[in-house]
């Protein structure tokens, strides 16, 4: 609240999907709300955009894997559209910090400079020597080398220079793998899958315009791929054990 780490929100931003598959629907909206006002107290855009995603989706992929009829779908996902929609607007203007203007400077500020960060992480990897372009430099190189002494606010950049193409190239197949199951949850109409769909959201999200993979906050995207990838190969394995029993 002090605004001491307005990075800290993205502590609470990452367990929104472990928040979302709680049994109670009064702690489940409590805490959802909770999770709203510290990332929009936070004043970051890249927070605020993901959230805005990651809620739309969950909207959609609840009437998805939802069993009701498409009318009453539709009307049920316009109401919670609706109510999302004015939520959003005023959280966004609350107090004195309005995100929505903060928006609108995107094209001022280059996104708080990003695109500077972005350029700088490109000519370390472009500069570097052919070993390490394919093998790395180590953890933390880009801020140890970069002229503006910062992260490469891309998980991808920061991957290519720290541990070289092939590290890239496996972070990227991890998250490839993810998403395939989370598709097979959807199309198996799991009742987390819109949750799971969550996480999915905050990582393509925040991997391209910040990090979720070197700083502390990466135990919370891995404790939540942990939960919903076990419970789904329990449930694949349950249901394994049952066909071979029925036989």
């Not at 009307?75 to 999302?84: D, L, Q, Y």
């Not at 070993?131 to 933390?140: C, D, L």
Request: glycine share 6%; hydrophobic share 50%; net charge positive.
């Amino acid at each position: 609240l002090m605004n001491v780490h307005l990075g800290s929100s993205y502590y609470s931003l990452y367990m929104l999907p472990l928040v979302l598959v709680y049994p109670s629907k009064i702690g489940k909206i409590c805490w959802t709300i909770i999770i709203c006002i510290a990332v929009f107290s936070s004043v970051k855009r890249g927070g605020v955009l993901a959230l805005a995603l990651a809620m739309l989706t969950y909207i959609i992929t609840t009437q998805l894997v939802s069993k009701r009829g498409k009318f009453t779908k539709i009307i049920i996902g316009f109401c919670i559209f609706t109510a999302f929609i004015a939520v959003f607007a005023y959280i966004g203007t609350m107090g004195d910090n309005n995100i929505f203007e903060r928006f609108e400077s995107i094209q001022e500020d280059n996104g708080s400079g990003r695109t500077d960060v972005w350029n700088e992480a490109w000519r370390l990897i472009n500069n570097q020597g052919i070993v390490t372009y394919f093998v790395g430099n180590g953890f933390n190189t880009v801020v140890r080398n970069s002229r503006y002494v910062l992260s490469a606010h891309n998980d991808y950049l920061e991957a290519w220079f720290d541990f070289g193409l092939v590290g890239m190239l496996l972070y990227i197949i991890s998250l490839l793998l993810l998403f395939k199951d989370i598709l097979k949850c959807l199309k198996a109409k799991k009742e987390y899958a819109p949750a799971m769909s969550i996480l999915g959201v905050l990582i393509v999200v925040l991997t391209m315009i910040s990090h979720i993979a070197i700083y502390y906050w990466f135990n919370v995207i891995v404790l939540c791929i942990a939960y919903f990838e076990g419970r789904y190969y329990r449930e694949k394995r349950e249901f394994v054990k049952k066909e071979k029993d029925n036989e």
